[in-house]
């Protein structure tokens, strides 16, 4: 995709080959703008798509229409552009033949009026639309004619491409949005078109339906906001651009209404015959239809400022067609997926969430334990000396040595260091260890009694158990020697 790089303060020139360019960026060294927010078109692949491949764009839209409003064969067709609208004045074609002559003359000596809509025609007639935002404020605006002197030099102005100075106060606000409305009537079609006719008079007829299904007289606006996003997407670009451009305008009138005394409605009036009607027909050709194209038309002004955003799930289907694997064909679908991914999501949340509650649960377990432990080893601590305690407290080391039933360790096991074989390493692992537990059933001892304690338990309980058949060991506060079996070369230990 072709990019197109600007710099400071240059404005693009206008392109007639690329009038559907889909975007372009601009890259400005001002450093006091670099801190504001970067703006991004939510509808670039929709254009991108429209741009690059209108076959595809045109039938994801068409499907999504097609599942809002009924559109027999025939319309479909129409819709479509395979078959040419029958109006209902029953004009025929040779009629139709020398209408399309006569435009094309029109557009070969580049003639605004009465030529097809081209974005060169929109450019000049841009110049009213802006002059007209300045002048709102003007009483029967729209409805009251301008000069026919003053309209004719303007005309002729805007047909040879010269320059309008309006603002010279020559022309007057009543001339110029006569002459707008006049160019509008002068299209060869409307500016909706043709094809798009039986397609709102469908959306007019979009009514809500009740709790038992059934339908009601209430119309049913988001449907009718939804069906008009999408049917606009399919107008050909210059009718897009101008349908933006004039909705705005009258969306602008009509908040103006207390002082140009123009409502939405009044400016329908105005309009509806030259954006929606077909043309060459009357209001007695239209019948009952008339209703329905004048309240369309009331409907776009009001609602104009939605109705050119994509639907989310035509952004959606665009981007995963130049993103994603999978190209998703209507909203419906979109739904389902959300609605998987919403399923799944819960699932997964009340599975971490039981998850978290058993964990929590075992803690409150393991702390009740821990605290009738402590309860329970105070009390055996509070004991009088006697054999009893001693045993109960050995009880209570062993189990420190061991995790709580049901709790998993916090910390990996180490590996035990492997024993000295020699005599000196288990006389002094005896010694220190023994000290070590000495030291937590005494709140207070001194080194002596600890060392002299833990000697003499050593030399009464264990030393025989642990070297049996070993020379006798005799043990005292101060000095370890051998008493017996003395060999050469063997030193005892201070």
């Known amino acids: ?13 206008r392109d007639s080959g690329r009038s559907d360019a889909i975007c372009s960026f601009v890259i400005c ?8 927010p970067i703006i991004f078109n939510p509808d670039f692949f929709v254009e991108k798509l429209r741009h690059e491949k209108p076959e595809v764009f045109t039938e994801l839209v068409v499907s999504n229409i097609t599942r809002l409003i009924d559109l027999p064969g025939t319309e479909l067709a129409q819709l479509m552009g395979e078959v040419d609208l029958k109006l209902p004045g029953g004009t025929g074609p040779a009629s139709g033949f020398f209408r399309s002559l006569m435009s094309l ?12 809509l081209t974005e060169e025609g929109i450019a000049q007639i841009y110049q009213l639309i802006e002059y007209l935002h300045k002048n709102l404020r003007v009483e029967g605006l729209f409805r009251i004619p301008g000069n026919s002197v003053r309209q004719q030099i303007l005309r002729d102005a805007l047909n040879n491409g010269t320059d309008i100075d309006l603002e010279s106060g020559e022309f007057h606000s009543n001339d110029v949005a006569t002459l707008l409305k006049m160019f509008l009537g002068e299209l060869p079609e409307p500016l909706l078109t043709h094809k798009h006719f039986n397609a709102h008079l469908k959306i007019a007829d979009l009514m809500r339906f009740d709790d038992k299904g059934n339908k009601t007289n209430i119309p049913d606006k988001e449907r009718q906001i939804e069906a008009l996003q999408l049917l606009f997407l399919i107008l050909p670009p210059p009718n897009r651009n101008l349908l933006k451009l004039l909705l705005d305008l009258l969306y602008q009138t ?5 002082k140009n005394k123009m409502s939405a409605y009044n400016l329908a009036l105005m309009f509806a015959p030259h954006v929606l009607w077909p043309k060459n027909v009357t209001a007695n050709d239209l019948q009952e239809n008339i209703t329905k194209l004048n309240n369309g038309m009331a409907f776009m002004i009001k609602h104009s400022q939605k109705l050119f955003k994509a639907p989310a799930y035509i952004r959606e289907c665009a981007r995963l067609h130049y993103l994603g694997s999978r190209t998703q064909a209507s909203k419906d679908d979109l739904d389902l997926t959300a609605s998987c991914h ?11 969430q039981s998850q978290v509650d058993s964990c929590c649960h075992q803690e409150e377990t393991q702390e009740r334990t821990e605290e009738a432990l402590r309860e329970l080893f105070q009390h055996v601590h509070n004991m009088p000396e006697s054999a009893k305690k001693k045993q109960l407290i050995r009880q209570f080391n062993k189990q420190s040595l061991t995790q709580t039933p049901g709790r998993e360790p916090s910390t990996p096991r180490v590996q035990k260091r492997a024993r000295s074989r020699s005599f000196s390493g288990l006389i002094k692992r005896k010694v220190l ?3 070590m537990m000495s030291e937590k059933k005494n709140e207070y001892p001194t080194p002596e009694s600890v060392a002299i304690g833990e000697l003499k338990r050593a ?16 043990i005292t506060p101060t000095r370890l020697k051998w008493s017996e079996g003395k060999k050469e070369g063997k030193k005892g230990f201070l």
């Open 342 to 352: 919403t399923k799944s999501f819960q699932l997964a949340k009340s599975q971490t």
């Open 459 to 474: 030399s009464k309980e264990n030393t025989n158990l642990l070297f049996s058949g070993s020379p006798t060991v005799t």
């Open 1 to 13: 995709m072709a990019t197109e790089a600007l710099s400071e303060g240059e404005v693009p020139a």
């Open 105 to 116: 003359k029109r557009k070969e000596k580049e003639v605004v009026f009465g030529s097809p």
């Open 29 to 36: 060294n001002d450093s006091s703008l670099r801190g504001q």
């Open 254 to 258: 009509a908040k103006k209404q207390d």
């Open 433 to 435: 260890g023994n000290q």
